[in-house]
């Protein structure tokens, strides 16, 4: 890195939220994406200070994947780096980790409810037990409510993958995807059918 830079980038860690906890000298690859995205044409910067601002690699350099919640521009967005970072970035903020997996156990998981982004993202960290963690909240809410309204089920994924073969394995993953609510709202969905049915 340009040590020109240095001071560049102290000042922008000063003054801004997102950046507060790191130090010039020790930026992960996400951080300096963050930085070059934002402030490669910002009018306070002087245009030697924006031409040192764009020697940073581009975005495209050092990204490891993307997760987004839809097809939108606006969408939120995950960028996974190389080298392990993350940059989370929504219509209405961003957040910088130096570590992706401190963002899923700080972040995600005490939740215990993801989005398919956020499933995408642990997956790609190889934190899938994680994953698996959150399904298996939904499936034992699932048949907990079963289990309270007298029906039978020996096995609540087979119930549950038997009454959503319709739906397609996308859906149904979503609703897994949302733990221990989305269980006992699809368990008291079911219970009701069942009883209509039976």
């Keep these: 890195m340009n040590p020109k830079l240095l001071p560049i980038l102290e000042k922008l860690i000063s003054r801004d ?3 507060q906890f790191f130090k010039p000298d020790n930026l992960p690859q996400s951080a300096l994406a963050y930085i070059r ?6 009018r306070s910067l002087s245009w030697e200070e924006h031409d040192l601002i764009e020697t940073l690699a581009p975005f495209a350099d050092n990204i490891e994947d993307s997760f987004r919640e839809g097809n939108a521009p606006d969408d939120s967005v995950y960028h996974l780096f ?13 957040s910088v980790w130096t570590d ?8 995600l998981l005490p939740r215990m409810e993801l989005s398919r982004m956020d499933a995408d993202l642990l997956r790609a960290i190889d934190m899938d037990d ?3 963690a959150v399904k298996q909240e939904f499936f034992h809410a699932f048949a907990t409510v079963l289990r309270e309204d007298g029906i039978f089920c020996a096995d609540a994924r087979e119930c549950w993958h038997a009454w959503t073969r319709q739906l397609g394995d996308s859906l149904a ?3 897994e995807l949302g733990g221990s609510e989305s269980g006992r709202k699809e368990g008291e969905r079911f219970a009701s059918e069942y009883t209509i049915t039976a």
């Design 17 to 19: 939220v997102i950046l």
């Design 173 to 175: 993953e979503e609703l």
């Design 130 to 132: 994680a994953v698996e």
């Design 100 to 107: 992706a997996r401190d963002f899923a156990v700080e972040i």
């Design 37 to 42: 995205h934002t402030y490669a044409m910002c």
């Design 82 to 94: 190389e080298d392990g970072s993350l940059w989370l970035k929504t219509n209405a903020y961003s």
